[in-house]
């Protein structure tokens, strides 16, 4: 009976013990040394594929310039245009010979080339009307590329009137008929020759054409801006 009881309280004692080694304190290794706020966070979602970057600034307004009418356009040939060799529609290039500025910004710089029309071009008559010629300028075209448009009041020239040198012409053939006819014939010879001098000298002038306008490379011609223009 004592035997009994000594086993019990033994078997007692070892469930005791295997009990105490099973303490439910141990601490997952994993764990150590995280905050509670880490270890419990969600990991971060990846970024989804079809975000776009935010789109680019629109440039800024390009600030155009206008070219006011009455503005001075002086330009030097580099073509020749003439009274008797020009025709109207007949094209020329020219360059500019001064800049143009514009509230003290260059527009167009000098040498800047300009491309001009004859309107008009008429030769001088043997017996009345004097050579004249009629010019205009139609584009600019910067070195940049692009020609503007343009409309400029023409410029016109006419030839030098000739009635001076037609007098002398005439004079002096009547001059010259009249020395002769003296020479021939005294005092009424005289009378003669000069009449027939002086047809001579008219025919002469009948005969001889007016002058010719002659604008070759180089010559500067004003123009002025009939219509304001925007670039």
Do not use: W
């Given at each position: 009976?004592?035997?009994?009881?000594?086993l019990?309280?033994?078997?007692?004692?070892?469930?005791?013990?295997?009990?105490?080694?099973?303490?439910?304190?141990?601490?997952?290794?994993?764990?150590?040394?995280?905050?509670?706020?880490?270890?419990s966070?969600?990991?971060?979602?990846?970024?989804?594929?079809?975000?776009t970057?935010?789109?680019?600034?629109?440039?800024?307004?390009?600030?155009?310039?206008?070219?006011?009418?009455?503005?001075?356009?002086?330009?030097?040939?580099?073509?020749?245009?003439?009274?008797?060799?020009?025709?109207?529609?007949?094209?020329?290039?020219?360059?500019?010979?001064?800049?143009?500025?514009?509230?003290?910004?260059?527009v167009?710089?000098?040498?800047?080339?300009?491309?001009?029309?004859?309107?008009?071009?008429?030769?001088?008559?043997?017996?009345?009307?004097?050579?004249?010629?009629?010019?205009?300028?139609t584009?600019?075209?910067?070195?940049?590329?692009?020609a503007?448009?343009?409309?400029?009041?023409?410029?016109?020239?006419?030839?030098?009137?000739?009635?001076?040198?037609?007098?002398?012409?005439?004079?002096?053939?009547?001059?010259?008929?009249?020395?002769?006819?003296?020479?021939?014939?005294?005092?009424?010879?005289a009378?003669v020759?000069?009449?027939?001098?002086g047809?001579?000298?008219?025919?002469?002038?009948?005969?001889?054409?007016?002058?010719?306008?002659h604008?070759?490379?180089?010559?500067?011609?004003?123009?002025?801006?009939?219509?304001?223009?925007?670039?």
């Amino acid at each position: 009976m004592k035997r009994n009881f000594y086993l019990l309280v033994v078997a007692a004692l070892v469930m005791t013990s295997t009990a105490c080694s099973k303490d439910p304190s141990t601490t997952n290794a994993g764990s150590l040394g995280k905050p509670d706020s880490l270890a419990s966070a969600p990991a971060a979602a990846p970024a989804p594929d079809n975000v776009t970057s935010a789109p680019a600034a629109p440039p800024a307004p390009r600030v155009k310039t206008t070219i006011p009418a009455g503005t001075k356009l002086r330009v030097a040939l580099l073509d020749t245009v003439s009274s008797d060799k020009s025709r109207p529609g007949d094209q020329f290039i020219a360059t500019l010979a001064e800049p143009v500025v514009v509230g003290g910004k260059t527009v167009f710089a000098k040498g800047t080339r300009v491309r001009g029309r004859v309107v008009d071009a008429k030769q001088s008559g043997r017996v009345k009307g004097r050579a004249s010629i009629e010019l205009t300028l139609t584009e600019v075209m910067p070195a940049t590329g692009g020609a503007v448009s343009i409309f400029t009041k023409p410029f016109s020239q006419v030839a030098e009137a000739t009635k001076k040198r037609d007098a002398a012409i005439i004079g002096g053939g009547a001059g010259l008929g009249a020395v002769i006819g003296a020479i021939a014939g005294g005092g009424k010879g005289a009378a003669v020759g000069a009449a027939v001098g002086g047809g001579a000298g008219t025919g002469t002038v009948l005969a001889t054409k007016g002058k010719e306008i002659h604008l070759g490379p180089e010559t500067r011609v004003p123009f002025t801006l009939a219509r304001s223009i925007e670039i």
